[in-house]
């Protein structure tokens, strides 16, 4: 369990003014004037009062926002892990009214909606009515639906479902655009009795895993529960968020059109998130949400891979990337001022993307700016990435250009690869011996 | 022969740089990861060793004492480690089996160990002195760090691994050297997770020049196998339940709609359990053990499904099928005639000829077989025991044959 919302007072007792932790020292010195129900109640009231205290959640960061961007959200947790408390808590801060539905304890009609029939079914046709908790939530306007229990429904249960979680209709009624859709499923290893969801329902969650901490429970039951700031979305970047999503998005997709649509094949897979053209258009806007609400780029990560798959999503953070890496072609403008990404792979990747960018358009001036952009980065990092395109872009030089004077800064590579050439001689050797 | 220029004490970085190039240049596949890792000079830590957060503190004396090539296996060693998640996997072993103490940990970084030694090392990468393989504990090379944690105790025999130090990347137990998911030069489990992604791409695009260790570990990273008793069920439930298996709609009782709409006769669905008819490959090359505990999964789905003991048939197949006898008395009561090749297609057929038709097949079954070129008239589950792939593929009469796959209509689980 991630998150508690803290009960109510206690409110079940016949004689509410005795009831509350105040009352629990008068009860002890005057049993006969309370009854059994209310010290039980003072003990019930000193049990509920816990604290919380902040601390970052990535998981209900996550669920906000792909609530707040309208999606259906998928939670798949053991039973009993709080996806519940979770789920009130979210219902708390977004301030809407929670309604829970146990999806497998119902008939498909409940989700299709009953006939009834009415004076005249000829002219008048035959309405499907709608439960009572649909006919509530469309008369509140507004709500978050929890369908709890999915992955226990039956396929036909199941398949009610897909209309309620795709066109928001039950029965007759259609739901209003204030209410948000939930789900909750248990993972195949611990239903026991379960379905697997069928690809086409999959396909419209966003699927998140609900995990639990040891140490956040035992801290929560000792009295400490964690309160999660959740995101917000800030109105100044929306336009901003906006195009850099449907830049991340149709660039991936321009480079990989194969991950558009991607049934998925294993058994493994089956249920779970997969590529289509529905789940990028879901990944292009929560991009956008997470851009505009500033989130961590592991809540984004939980998203996508959440919405697309687990490889689809993590070829498209890493796509993310590299869009986060310096244009070449600025760095070339201006090497003096470069700022190179400090991880080693990164500022690889970003040297090996400015001799390349030379490669494609050989200059003399371009060659020198290359040049200085690797003796800026002998001088603010690990020699040994330099060799490589240090190697690529001397291989590139015409005959009527000079060797420039910045490259004496590349003497410590020179003298690490000529080291790892000698040890790799070395390595030959012995392991050749060794066979 | 480690060349001193420099002062003795500062961290020789010329030298630990030259380490990780010469292990980026024999190991191409790794060169993202191995440059993903920020060293850390740290006086606490007798050799290399890394954190959950990908960075690499070294003892400034140990690259001193060191050559260039062995520093490099050490190098490809400790990225091992943060690439294979030993920390994450340690701490869920010891989870799962509550183990708790320094001790347990060492032995988890043992058996760490033991997983990446047996493969990374020979082609042009030398082991580092003192680097303990699965042989030295008198244990099988190839397994996963799970399998040899299951193995050995610790001991007076592995008493010269009391030193072994891979931080706390490599067993999960934080350092004092550490600085924890808060200092400089830390990655985000998204950033992580990329460095691995990327790095399996490569050897899954790329697959020639990696070992098998590796190859099997790009496949499984981010897709991990899946317990095949849970396909299994999940493939035989979602056949059996499916809509249009046994249901349909009958007036003989009122739905229970009924009362909603007085004066209107609506149909109910009624369903009655599945019937499921295992056929079984005898053809020898599938161990009595494997094949009974299929069995009784099979069983006791279709019962967790509605059925009855009695629907669920059971078929021994070999190259002629017998007979579909009921499943009474457990997998003990069946006899699994047969040994010989195998033609699965008359398992088929006379599987299909039974009376009342079933609505479900399964097959168990090493898949060398040929199959039906049609598609059956039922829904048709396979389970392929995969253990035996490569092993049994050999037919003395004809030594070139290649069997088919499983076709594509019917839902394969591998078993084993």
Same mark, same amino acid.
């Given at each position: 369990m991630s998150t508690y919302t803290p009960l109510p007072?206690? &409110? #079940? &007792?016949? %004689?509410?003014?005795? %009831? #509350?932790?105040?009352a629990a020292p008068a009860a002890s010195t005057a049993p006969a004037a309370a009854s059994r129900l209310d010290v039980s109640g003072a003990l019930l009231a000193l049990l509920r009062d816990t604290t919380t205290a902040p601390r970052p959640d990535p998981q209900l960061e996550a669920l906000t926002l792909a609530v707040s961007a309208d999606l259906p959200v998928l939670l798949w947790g053991e039973p009993g892990i709080g996806k519940t408390a979770a789920l009130t808590q979210l219902a708390t801060t977004l301030d809407l009214p929670l309604t829970t539905v146990i999806a497998s304890v119902h008939e498909p009609s409940d989700f299709s909606g009953l006939p009834v029939i009415g004076e005249d079914p000829e002219t008048d046709g035959v309405p499907m009515a709608p439960p009572d908790w649909a006919v509530r939530l469309v008369r509140a306007g507004r709500g978050l639906l929890f369908l709890d229990e999915l992955s226990t429904a039956p396929p036909a249960v199941q398949a009610a479902l897909l209309r309620l979680v795709l066109e928001r209709r039950v029965g007759a009624l259609r739901l209003p655009p204030g209410v948000r859709i939930v789900a909750a499923a248990n993972p195949r290893s611990s239903a026991a009795d379960g379905w697997e969801l069928s690809p086409p329902l999959a396909n419209r969650f966003v699927h998140l895993k609900w995990v639990h901490d040891a140490d956040v429970v035992v801290r929560g039951l000792g009295g400490v529960w964690p309160r999660a700031t959740l995101p917000a979305l800030d109105a100044g970047r929306l336009p901003e968020a906006v195009a850099l999503a449907r830049r991340a998005v149709c660039g991936l997709l321009g480079a990989r059109p194969a991950l558009v649509h991607r049934l998925p094949s294993g058994e493994t897979q089956r249920g779970g998130a997969w590529p289509s053209p529905r789940s990028w258009d879901m990944a292009l806007c929560l991009t956008a949400f997470a851009t505009a609400a500033d989130a961590s780029r592991d809540v984004l990560s939980m998203l996508v891979r959440g919405t697309v798959g687990d490889g689809p999503g993590l070829e498209f953070l890493a796509y993310l990337d590299r869009m986060d890496l310096p244009d070449p072609e600025d760095l070339l403008a201006d090497p003096g001022g470069a700022v190179l990404p400090g991880r080693g792979d990164l500022r690889q990747a970003t040297l090996d993307a400015v001799v390349a960018a030379v490669r494609a358009r050989p200059e003399r001036g371009r060659w020198d700016a290359a040049w200085a952009l690797l003796a800026k980065a002998a001088e603010t990092g690990a020699p040994d990435l330099l060799v490589v395109p240090a190697t690529t872009l001397a291989t590139l030089r015409r005959d009527d250009w000079e060797v420039p004077v910045t490259i004496e800064g590349l003497a410590g590579a020179v003298s690490v690869s000529q080291r790892a050439d000698r040890a790799k001689v070395r390595a030959l050797t012995v392991t050749r011996a060794g066979r | 022969m480690p060349a001193r220029d420099a002062p003795v004490g500062t961290l020789d970085t010329g030298k630990l740089y030259a380490a990780r190039l010469q292990a980026a240049r024999v190991r191409p596949y790794l060169a993202t990861a191995l440059f993903a890792l920020h060293p850390v000079e740290s006086r606490s830590v007798p050799t290399m060793a890394v954190d959950p957060y990908w960075r690499c503190y070294v003892s400034p004396g140990f690259v001193d004492r060191t050559p260039v090539e062995e520093l490099a296996g050490v190098w490809v060693h400790e990225v091992s480690h943060l690439l294979r998640d030993h920390h994450g996997r340690s701490d869920r072993y010891a989870h799962r089996h509550e183990l708790r103490g320094p001790a347990e940990r060492l032995r988890m970084n043992i058996a760490a160990d033991c997983e990446i030694n047996d493969d990374v090392f020979g082609d042009g990468l030398v082991a580092p002195g003192g680097a303990v393989g699965p042989a030295s504990l008198g244990l099988q090379d190839g397994e996963l760090m799970e399998d040899y944690l299951r193995q050995f105790r610790l001991g007076p025999h592995t008493a010269h691994l009391a030193w072994l130090e891979c931080g706390s990347g490599a067993d999960g137990l934080p350092r004092p050297w550490d600085l924890g998911p808060d200092g400089a030069h830390g990655l985000s489990t998204q950033e992580r997770d990329a460095v691995r992604f990327r790095v399996a791409q490569g050897i899954v695009g790329h697959p020639g020049n990696a070992p098998a260790g590796w190859r099997r570990w790009a496949e499984e990273a981010f897709h991990p196998p899946q317990p095949w008793r849970e396909l299994l069920g999940a493939a035989l439930r979602a056949a059996a339940s499916a809509p249009g298996t046994g249901e349909d709609y009958v007036y003989g009782r009122p739905a229970r709609r009924s009362a909603a709409v007085p004066g209107v006769v609506l149909p109910s669905l009624r369903r009655r359990p599945a019937r499921v008819v295992v056929v079984i490959d005898t053809s020898g090359s599938v161990s009595d053990a494997e094949l009974g505990s299929a069995l009784l999964e099979v069983a006791a789905i279709s019962r967790a499904v509605g059925g009855r003991r009695d629907l669920v048939g059971v078929l021994p197949c070999d190259a002629a099928a017998g007979q579909v006898r009921p499943l009474c008395g457990g997998a003990q009561g069946v006899e699994l005639l047969g040994g010989g090749g195998t033609d699965l297609r008359t398992g088929f057929a006379r599987a299909l000829e039974s009376r009342p038709r079933p609505d479900v097949v399964v097959v168990l079954t090493d898949g060398q077989t040929p199959w039906p070129s049609r598609r059956p008239p039922c829904r048709t589950v396979v389970g392929v025991f995969g253990r035996h792939h490569g092993r049994s593929s050999y037919d003395e009469s004809d030594p070139e044959y290649v069997p088919a796959g499983p076709p594509a209509w019917a839902r394969v689980v591998t078993i084993g």
């Amino acid at each position: 369990m991630s998150t508690y919302t803290p009960l109510p007072e206690h &409110t #079940g &007792t016949s %004689a509410p003014s005795q %009831a #509350g932790p105040d009352a629990a020292p008068a009860a002890s010195t005057a049993p006969a004037a309370a009854s059994r129900l209310d010290v039980s109640g003072a003990l019930l009231a000193l049990l509920r009062d816990t604290t919380t205290a902040p601390r970052p959640d990535p998981q209900l960061e996550a669920l906000t926002l792909a609530v707040s961007a309208d999606l259906p959200v998928l939670l798949w947790g053991e039973p009993g892990i709080g996806k519940t408390a979770a789920l009130t808590q979210l219902a708390t801060t977004l301030d809407l009214p929670l309604t829970t539905v146990i999806a497998s304890v119902h008939e498909p009609s409940d989700f299709s909606g009953l006939p009834v029939i009415g004076e005249d079914p000829e002219t008048d046709g035959v309405p499907m009515a709608p439960p009572d908790w649909a006919v509530r939530l469309v008369r509140a306007g507004r709500g978050l639906l929890f369908l709890d229990e999915l992955s226990t429904a039956p396929p036909a249960v199941q398949a009610a479902l897909l209309r309620l979680v795709l066109e928001r209709r039950v029965g007759a009624l259609r739901l209003p655009p204030g209410v948000r859709i939930v789900a909750a499923a248990n993972p195949r290893s611990s239903a026991a009795d379960g379905w697997e969801l069928s690809p086409p329902l999959a396909n419209r969650f966003v699927h998140l895993k609900w995990v639990h901490d040891a140490d956040v429970v035992v801290r929560g039951l000792g009295g400490v529960w964690p309160r999660a700031t959740l995101p917000a979305l800030d109105a100044g970047r929306l336009p901003e968020a906006v195009a850099l999503a449907r830049r991340a998005v149709c660039g991936l997709l321009g480079a990989r059109p194969a991950l558009v649509h991607r049934l998925p094949s294993g058994e493994t897979q089956r249920g779970g998130a997969w590529p289509s053209p529905r789940s990028w258009d879901m990944a292009l806007c929560l991009t956008a949400f997470a851009t505009a609400a500033d989130a961590s780029r592991d809540v984004l990560s939980m998203l996508v891979r959440g919405t697309v798959g687990d490889g689809p999503g993590l070829e498209f953070l890493a796509y993310l990337d590299r869009m986060d890496l310096p244009d070449p072609e600025d760095l070339l403008a201006d090497p003096g001022g470069a700022v190179l990404p400090g991880r080693g792979d990164l500022r690889q990747a970003t040297l090996d993307a400015v001799v390349a960018a030379v490669r494609a358009r050989p200059e003399r001036g371009r060659w020198d700016a290359a040049w200085a952009l690797l003796a800026k980065a002998a001088e603010t990092g690990a020699p040994d990435l330099l060799v490589v395109p240090a190697t690529t872009l001397a291989t590139l030089r015409r005959d009527d250009w000079e060797v420039p004077v910045t490259i004496e800064g590349l003497a410590g590579a020179v003298s690490v690869s000529q080291r790892a050439d000698r040890a790799k001689v070395r390595a030959l050797t012995v392991t050749r011996a060794g066979r | 022969m480690p060349a001193r220029d420099a002062p003795v004490g500062t961290l020789d970085t010329g030298k630990l740089y030259a380490a990780r190039l010469q292990a980026a240049r024999v190991r191409p596949y790794l060169a993202t990861a191995l440059f993903a890792l920020h060293p850390v000079e740290s006086r606490s830590v007798p050799t290399m060793a890394v954190d959950p957060y990908w960075r690499c503190y070294v003892s400034p004396g140990f690259v001193d004492r060191t050559p260039v090539e062995e520093l490099a296996g050490v190098w490809v060693h400790e990225v091992s480690h943060l690439l294979r998640d030993h920390h994450g996997r340690s701490d869920r072993y010891a989870h799962r089996h509550e183990l708790r103490g320094p001790a347990e940990r060492l032995r988890m970084n043992i058996a760490a160990d033991c997983e990446i030694n047996d493969d990374v090392f020979g082609d042009g990468l030398v082991a580092p002195g003192g680097a303990v393989g699965p042989a030295s504990l008198g244990l099988q090379d190839g397994e996963l760090m799970e399998d040899y944690l299951r193995q050995f105790r610790l001991g007076p025999h592995t008493a010269h691994l009391a030193w072994l130090e891979c931080g706390s990347g490599a067993d999960g137990l934080p350092r004092p050297w550490d600085l924890g998911p808060d200092g400089a030069h830390g990655l985000s489990t998204q950033e992580r997770d990329a460095v691995r992604f990327r790095v399996a791409q490569g050897i899954v695009g790329h697959p020639g020049n990696a070992p098998a260790g590796w190859r099997r570990w790009a496949e499984e990273a981010f897709h991990p196998p899946q317990p095949w008793r849970e396909l299994l069920g999940a493939a035989l439930r979602a056949a059996a339940s499916a809509p249009g298996t046994g249901e349909d709609y009958v007036y003989g009782r009122p739905a229970r709609r009924s009362a909603a709409v007085p004066g209107v006769v609506l149909p109910s669905l009624r369903r009655r359990p599945a019937r499921v008819v295992v056929v079984i490959d005898t053809s020898g090359s599938v161990s009595d053990a494997e094949l009974g505990s299929a069995l009784l999964e099979v069983a006791a789905i279709s019962r967790a499904v509605g059925g009855r003991r009695d629907l669920v048939g059971v078929l021994p197949c070999d190259a002629a099928a017998g007979q579909v006898r009921p499943l009474c008395g457990g997998a003990q009561g069946v006899e699994l005639l047969g040994g010989g090749g195998t033609d699965l297609r008359t398992g088929f057929a006379r599987a299909l000829e039974s009376r009342p038709r079933p609505d479900v097949v399964v097959v168990l079954t090493d898949g060398q077989t040929p199959w039906p070129s049609r598609r059956p008239p039922c829904r048709t589950v396979v389970g392929v025991f995969g253990r035996h792939h490569g092993r049994s593929s050999y037919d003395e009469s004809d030594p070139e044959y290649v069997p088919a796959g499983p076709p594509a209509w019917a839902r394969v689980v591998t078993i084993g």
